[in-house]
């Protein structure tokens, strides 16, 4: 018999009056926007300013919209089209679960898009103040999957795998933990570091480039770990839906980064 950790059962459910129940799931998303909110305030003020406290307070409710939608149209789409071209108001049982990053990435992309266009904001400048608050939601939300014992590991040996309610027998990979490790904690740091120096600041576009390409490592690391959704296995040559996913953020978020210049200059082959 392999050594485990024994899973940390935690109800899901913080607190229940009546109907009403407060998950820890809901909870982790209020957090990570309501600090990103406050922080995105202030790293939007720095030099040159990306936004005012208004108009970032006014994205807030933008982001969130593309975060839901985004997040649920993307599941529907990249992990079970078939089940939902079949069952179609089964898109609207979100209590259910069933969202996607990636799909969310896209929603908040497209949120900033019309934003920044009607606000007449510099896209890229408020993007790099967005996107470095983004793993703060991230880590929150990796801790409610661990909580809920939901997208766990892959079977291991290892001293600190862990038996999870729904996961079998056998003891597996803590994946939430490592996946709020690197794309929660360690891309964090990456995206402070830059985006408080002046001069990586007054090229447009480095920040966002650094996120999408951070996440999309990380993201990519992480599925190694994490026991791909039954309904989906391995795709081509191996790889995850996560990790196909992640692929092109990497591409785009380099391109980004190699693309930022400061403002005045003329981008290589501009």
């Not at 996607?100 to 510099?122: E, K, N």
């Not at 038996?163 to 939430?176: C, M």
């Not at 996440?215 to 994490?226: M, N, P, T």
Request: glycine share 14%.
């Amino acid at each position: 018999m392999l050594f485990a950790i024994p899973f940390p059962v935690i109800d899901p459910v913080l607190v229940q009056i009546g109907p009403l129940a407060i998950r820890w799931y809901a909870l982790a998303y209020i957090t990570g926007i309501v600090l990103g909110w406050i922080l995105a305030r202030r790293l939007s003020a720095l030099a040159p300013v990306a936004a005012t406290r208004q108009q970032v307070d006014d994205f807030v409710t933008w982001a969130t919209l593309g975060v839901i939608l985004g997040g649920r149209l993307g599941y529907v789409l990249f992990y079970r089209p078939d089940h939902y071209l079949a069952h179609p108001l089964d898109i609207l049982q979100v209590w259910q679960g069933g969202m996607s990053f990636h799909g969310g990435a896209l929603g908040v992309i497209v949120a900033l898009i019309l934003f920044c266009r009607q606000q007449r904001l510099d896209l890229l400048a408020f993007a790099d103040r967005v996107t470095a608050v983004v793993p703060i939601g991230l880590f929150f939300g990796r801790l409610a999957n661990f909580v809920n014992g939901e997208l766990w590991g892959r079977v291991t040996d290892m001293p600190w795998g862990m038996v999870f309610p729904t996961g079998g027998p056998l003891p597996r990979h803590p994946s939430q933990l490592y996946q709020a490790g690197m794309e929660g904690l360690l891309l964090f740091g990456l995206l402070q570091f830059l985006v408080w120096r002046p001069g990586i600041r007054a090229r447009p576009g480095f920040v966002a480039g650094a996120f999408l390409a951070g996440y999309g490592v990380a993201r990519f690391i992480g599925e190694f770990f994490r026991q791909p959704d039954a309904f989906l296995g391995f795709l081509f040559a191996g790889a995850t839906m996560g990790q196909l996913l992640s692929l092109p953020m990497v591409l785009v978020g380099a391109w980004l980064m190699g693309r930022s210049t400061p403002k005045g200059a003329v981008p290589a082959g501009g």
